[in-house]
T-cell receptor, first 115, second 113 residues
Framework: SAVISQKPSRDICQRGTSLTIQCQVD?????MFWYRQQPGQSLTLIATANQGSEATYESGFVIDKFPISRPNLTFSTLTVSNMSPEDSSIYLC????????????FGEGSRLTVL | GENVEQHPSTLSVQEGDSAVIKCTYS??????FPWYKQELGKRPQLIID?????GEKKDQRIAVTLNKTAKHFSLHITETQPEDSAVYFC????????????FGAGTRLAVHP
């Protein structure tokens, strides 16, 4: 298994600002995934972050809005830029220890509320 | 594009009854099908998974069946208990070379004592 720490766990943000979410894993992993879970909804993949390469974004998500860093094999950040109320959501970091496809371990999530 | 449909969206059963949740997927290249349970305010956690070379897998009260020809798979929970109450998500592996998972919309299961 994996221990995944996310910070912040929750935050209240003002419209137009940006927030960076950090994800720290207790072991080295190749693939890290960022998901969004809107209230009462499913998990939607934002992007895949591999160390040493640029993140791969899913349809509907762009780098300017959700820039991602992956400086090493245990850490990643997701920034939500120029936030609007529609960005209010839980953002989850996840890892696949097996190198995929396999079990995803999720962080506890970062709950963002945009006013 | 890749899509996973999940039914029903809500399911209410009496304790001790069985519960079945069904999913269909669109990508014929999908080869990994996990099920996650998410309790209120908690992170999703894997409860069972199946790969495309297997038709059925069982773990105590939980079983998953896979029909690759029809592109659907199902979760079966027997002898349900109140602690089974949660939201259940199915998922299917996607293409693209980096093994992502595409999740269904979720099923809210309520088990009544």
């Amino acid at each position: 298994s994996a221990v995944i720490s996310q910070k912040p766990s929750r935050d209240i943000c003002q419209r137009g600002t940006s927030l960076t979410i950090q994800c720290q894993v207790d072991s080295q992993v190749t693939m890290m995934f960022w998901y969004r879970q809107q209230p009462g909804q499913s998990l939607t993949l934002i992007a895949t972050a591999n160390q040493g390469s640029e993140a791969t974004y899913e349809s509907g998500f762009v780098i300017d809005k959700f820039p991602i860093s992956r400086p090493n094999l245990t850490f990643s950040t997701l920034t939500v830029s120029n936030m609007s109320p529609e960005d209010s959501s839980i953002y989850l970091c996840s890892v696949d220890l097996a190198g995929g496809p396999g079990e995803l371990f999720f962080g506890e999530g970062s709950r963002l509320t945009v006013l | 594009g890749e899509n996973v449909e999940q039914h029903p969206s809500t399911l209410s059963v009496q304790e001790g009854d069985s519960a079945v949740i069904k999913c269909t997927y669109s990508d014929s290249a999908s080869n990994y099908f996990p099920w996650y349970k998410q309790e209120l305010g908690k992170r999703p956690q894997l409860i069972i998974d199946i790969r495309s070379n297997v038709g059925e897998k069982k773990d105590q009260r939980i079983a998953v069946t896979l029909n690759k020809t029809a592109k659907h798979f199902s979760l079966h929970i027997t002898e349900t208990q109140p602690e089974d109450s949660a939201v259940y998500f199915c998922a299917a592996s996607g293409s693209g070379g980096y093994n992502k998972l595409i999740f269904g919309a979720g099923t809210r299961l309520a088990v009544h004592p």
